[in-house]
């Protein structure tokens, strides 16, 4: 499992190394544009692998643009990146960054919670360009429940988390049950409900021992 520290701003790149983060996702719909060359030399200078992230409004994230401003914004930081994310609506361009030799994950928010019917045939669209990534919304302890069954069922790997702070507690076990990265924060939250990489490392270092 890697546990993945979801930044906005370089300057907690530091902090997530020294809290025990495997991976750096940078997220680049929250992060200015023209960055000062301080954090330019810090994301340059990361010695963790790096995820590029663009996340769009109907996912979660503050992007709104099309294929080609969303490519603008992910290939000036190709040559860092070890993986790419990205969502059903781009999944046009996963070939070319696959060519590039980047990892691809296969993302889908959804504010509500599919079915298990629905959640199968999710798996199977992404598994087209990528390793699914499903994050989903539980309305129950039901739904959870439902999420971790489908999680342990699924084909490996998969990633599986939730939005929101109700069932924030999910994030944490879904990786028990064969969920492959457990995204947390490492400076402020890019995501509600998301714990620390420090709280996520001490949860799961107790619950695996």
Not at 133 to 162: M, N, Q
Request: hydrophobic share 40%; aromatic share 6%.
């Amino acid at each position: 499992m890697q546990l993945v520290a979801s930044v906005s701003d370089p300057a907690d790149i530091a902090r997530a190394v020294a809290d025990g983060a495997d991976m750096i996702e940078l997220r680049l719909d929250l992060i200015p544009r023209n960055l000062p060359g301080s954090a330019l030399r810090t994301i340059r200078g990361c010695t963790l692998p790096i995820i590029l992230t663009v996340r769009t409004r109907e996912e979660g994230g503050a992007f709104s643009g099309n294929t080609g401003e969303w490519q603008a914004l992910i290939e000036p930081w190709l040559s860092l990146a070890a993986v790419v994310d990205i969502e059903q609506r781009f999944s046009a361009t996963a070939s070319d960054y696959q060519n590039l030799g980047k990892e691809i994950i296969a993302s889908f928010h959804t504010d509500r919670m599919p079915s298990e019917h629905e959640l199968r045939g999710i798996e199977v669209r992404l598994r087209g360009y990528g390793i699914p990534k499903i994050v989903v919304t539980p309305r129950s302890p039901e739904d959870v429940l439902s999420l971790c069954t489908f999680t342990l069922a699924a084909d490996h790997p998969v990633i599986t988390s939730t939005m929101g702070s109700r069932f924030r507690f999910a994030r944490i076990i879904l990786p028990l049950f064969g969920s492959s990265h457990l995204f947390c924060a490492a400076g402020r939250p890019t995501a509600e409900g998301q714990f620390t990489v420090r709280e996520a490392r001490a949860i799961l270092d107790t619950l695996t021992r």
